[in-house]
């Protein structure tokens, strides 16, 4: 498995506030993704000039503000099985796993506490 990208994830029910400390700091939208569903939050992807990057998801159900680190992977099963046999597990529970069409992803959760958001972005051939 291959790691594509690693940086910072803010998981937040107010994401457009969350957004503007970032763009005081620097930073600009580069991709946002809108297709919300019941399974699967809007969010978008921010850099800076120096290509420091972070994501912000939108997610309506959570109680408070959560930081994760988000881990683009070539491999998204290997990724899966590599966390689970370290104890981590699906906060979405075993084996939902939200997949676009376009992405799988999935957050992860250490025995510590600590979250990845585990991504495949599927290739288009």
Same mark, same amino acid.
Do not use: W
């Given at each position: 498995?291959? $790691?594509?990208?690693?940086?910072?994830?803010?998981?937040?029910?107010?994401?457009?506030?969350?957004?503007?400390?970032?763009?005081?700091?620097?930073?600009? &939208?580069?991709?946002?993704?809108?297709?919300?569903?019941?399974?699967?939050?809007?969010?978008?992807?921010? &850099?800076?000039?120096?290509?420091?990057? $972070?994501?912000?998801?939108?997610?309506?159900? $959570?109680?408070?503000?959560?930081?994760?680190?988000?881990?683009?992977?070539?491999?998204?099963?290997?990724?899966?099985?590599?966390? &689970?046999?370290?104890?981590?597990?699906?906060?979405?529970?075993?084996?939902?796993? $939200?997949?676009?069409?376009?992405?799988?992803?999935?957050?992860?959760?250490?025995?510590?506490?600590?979250?990845?958001?585990?991504?495949?972005?599927?290739?288009?051939?």
């Amino acid at each position: 498995m291959k $790691i594509t990208s690693f940086s910072p994830l803010i998981m937040t029910n107010d994401s457009e506030n969350a957004a503007k400390v970032f763009e005081a700091l620097g930073f600009t &939208k580069r991709h946002e993704k809108k297709d919300a569903t019941e399974n699967h939050d809007s969010g978008f992807r921010m &850099k800076d000039a120096e290509g420091h990057g $972070i994501s912000i998801a939108q997610v309506n159900q $959570i109680p408070r503000d959560m930081l994760a680190v988000q881990m683009n992977v070539d491999d998204f099963d290997e990724a899966m099985a590599l966390l &689970k046999s370290h104890g981590f597990t699906n906060k979405r529970g075993e084996g939902n796993v $939200i997949d676009t069409g376009s992405s799988k992803t999935a957050v992860m959760v250490a025995p510590s506490g600590f979250a990845v958001n585990v991504v495949y972005h599927v290739k288009k051939n």
